[in-house]
């Protein structure tokens, strides 16, 4: 699924996340995944993953809780 975050009209990420449906995790049935280059000069790539669990019911929703999570981090 494309996805386009923005934040305060600038695109804060932009790309494709993955949307797989998932068994045996007694809270969720679903996991969004996407990379993105990563670091100072953008020459790591950075894989995520986040579990379709409460706030997350989408993959704009899971950008969104990454990017807070990240900035929480420091990063």
């Not at 986040?50 to 899971?62: F, N, T």
Request: glycine share 8%; proline share 7%; charged share 30%.
């Amino acid at each position: 699924m494309p996805v386009l975050e923005t934040f305060r009209g600038e695109t804060a990420w932009e790309g494709t996340v993955k949307v797989f449906d998932i068994k045996g995790n007694p809270k969720a049935s679903r996991c969004y995944a996407w990379s993105h280059l990563d670091g100072a000069d953008d020459s790591d790539e950075r894989f995520v993953a986040v579990l379709g669990v409460p706030p997350v019911d989408s993959p704009a929703r899971a950008v969104q809780v990454s990017i807070v999570a990240d900035a929480k981090k420091g990063k």
